[in-house]
């Protein structure tokens, strides 16, 4: 079974490689962008097709862990509240002895 996975992710390698082989004249091509805010002069810059996907590949990743990691950061949270509640006696239980001894002394 180690012997199929290393060959199955040694062809999937292989072919992420050729597709990259193949295409590199594309993801090199510069492209042309421009922004008009009707304050200043046009803002006109160039990126090439290879650092535009990998930004927009770090961004879509970084959202996703935000996204991920919300409901465990939540959960931490609520569980470190109940853990503060368990360490500290509730106000009831104070209270309920001390009714307890003025009864005892009033009699």
């Not at 304050?39 to 990126?47: F, G, R, T, V």
């Not at 930004?55 to 996204?67: E, F, P, R, S, V």
Request: glycine share 6%; with cysteine.
């Amino acid at each position: 079974m180690k012997v199929f996975k290393l060959v199955t992710g040694g062809l999937i390698l292989l072919i992420v490689g050729l597709f990259i082989w193949q295409n590199i004249p594309t993801f090199t091509s510069p492209l042309q962008f421009q922004l008009n805010l009707y304050i200043k002069e046009h803002l006109q810059w160039s990126l090439k097709l290879y650092s535009l996907l990998l930004l927009t590949g770090l961004a879509g990743l970084c959202l996703g862990l935000l996204a991920m990691l919300r409901p465990y950061f939540n959960v931490r949270r609520l569980l470190a509240q109940e853990r503060q509640e368990r360490q500290q006696p509730s106000p009831t239980e104070q209270q309920t002895p001390k009714a307890e001894e003025k009864s005892e002394q009033s009699t």
